[in-house]
Nanobody, 126 residues
Framework: QVQLVESGGGLVQPGESLKLSCAVS????????VAWYRQGAGKEREMVARISANVSTTETTFYADSVKGRFTISRNNAQNTVDLQMSSLRPEDTAVYYCNLKIAFSTAWYEQLEYWGQGTQVTVSS
């Protein structure tokens, strides 16, 4: 099976940096694109960054406008992790951050697989 374990969350002051890591295990995980989502208290869950599957011939990334230029998603294949480097953090970035892996061969539900981590808390406050 696929297992995702987030780590690296904590309390930081505005303007500081923090790196989150998503440890990925499971042989089929190489076929999945990995995304970081976040959900603040009383807010809807939103995707902040995504990186293409490990087997992709060309690596592509996506960032939400709210984090573009401040967050960087990357793969560390030696450690089997997908990392999210966050800089210039703002109080609005406070949320539980979740790692997501999705394998989608078509739009049909029976040809899609999706997995979630347990989440890690990031708090940005003075």
């Amino acid at each position: 099976q696929v297992q995702l374990v987030e780590s690296g969350g904590g309390l930081v002051q505005p303007g500081e940096s923090l790196k989150l890591s998503c440890a990925v295990s499971g042989s089929i995980a190489i076929f999945g694109a990995v995304a970081w989502y976040r959900q603040g208290a009383g807010k809807e869950r939103e995707m902040v960054a995504r990186i293409s599957a490990n087997v992709s011939t060309t690596e592509t990334t996506f960032y939400a406008d709210s984090v573009k230029g401040r967050f960087t998603i990357s793969r560390n294949n030696a450690q089997n992790t997908v990392d999210l480097q966050m800089s210039s953090l703002r109080p609005e970035d406070t949320a539980v951050y979740y790692c997501n892996l999705k394998i989608a061969f078509s739009t049909a539900w029976y040809e899609q697989l999706e997995y979630w981590g347990q989440g890690t808390q990031v708090t940005v406050s003075s």
